[in-house]
């Protein structure tokens, strides 16, 4: 029972909630649904519309095309399948944060990405032997990539930060494990 609850929990802080999508599309839908029940009440009833009339609505709408430039037109298509596309993709992505699972036997351990790049960041500079502006960290979820920037003249051993960054990398043993990438810049900087 424990196990199941810390993944829940898990789950919880390392994916992003759709919470917000579903409530638009579904306020969009509710609003446009007492709209039409609105106006379809005040025609049933003889009364004027409060808008529009529904039939007029429709019947502009089949007309619209035929007046109005190729231009806006392409425009208000251009746009109207970026809203669609925003809540499909929405929908069928994942949505992970920026966050990595350390494991634990009891307890549901999350560290943000930023947190596990300055660790690595703090060790790459120690063993690259640079300031720590010399050195650029940008962890993903399934790559970390090292970026130094050596001092002018003064060598960096990649393989002794590539060791380094993965032992770090092993003892703080983030899931899903990332792989490492060192790139030591061509051109050193001066007075750092």
């Known amino acids: 029972m424990p196990g199941e609850y810390l993944e829940q929990v898990l789950r919880r802080e390392t994916h992003s909630s759709r919470a917000l ?7 969009l ?4 649904a007492l709209y039409a029940l609105l106006e379809s009440m005040l025609r049933a009833l003889d009364q004027p519309a409060w808008l529009a009339d529904p039939l007029e609505l429709v019947a502009a709408a089949a007309r619209w095309p035929a007046g109005t430039s190729p231009v806006l037109l392409a425009a208000a298509g251009f746009v109207t399948l970026l809203i669609g596309l925003m809540f499909f993709l929405a929908a069928i992505l994942p949505g992970r944060r920026a966050k990595h699972v350390l494991p634990h036997p009891r307890l549901a351990v999350v560290v943000a990405d930023e947190v596990l790049a300055a660790a690595l960041a703090r060790v ?3 063993a690259a032997g640079v300031a720590r502006e010399q050195v650029t960290v940008v962890v993903t979820r399934h790559s970390v990539t090292v970026s130094i920037r050596p001092t002018s003249g003064i060598g960096v051993d990649t393989e002794a930060v590539r060791r380094a960054v993965d032992g770090e990398l092993d003892r703080i043993n983030p899931l899903p494990r990332p792989q490492a990438e060192i790139r030591v810049a061509p051109i050193g900087v001066v007075g750092v």
């Not at 839908?29 to 446009?32: F, K, S």
């Open 21 to 27: 999508p579903s409530i638009i599309a579904a306020l």
């Open 29 to 32: 839908v509710c609003v446009l």
């Open 124 to 126: 790459a500079k120690r």
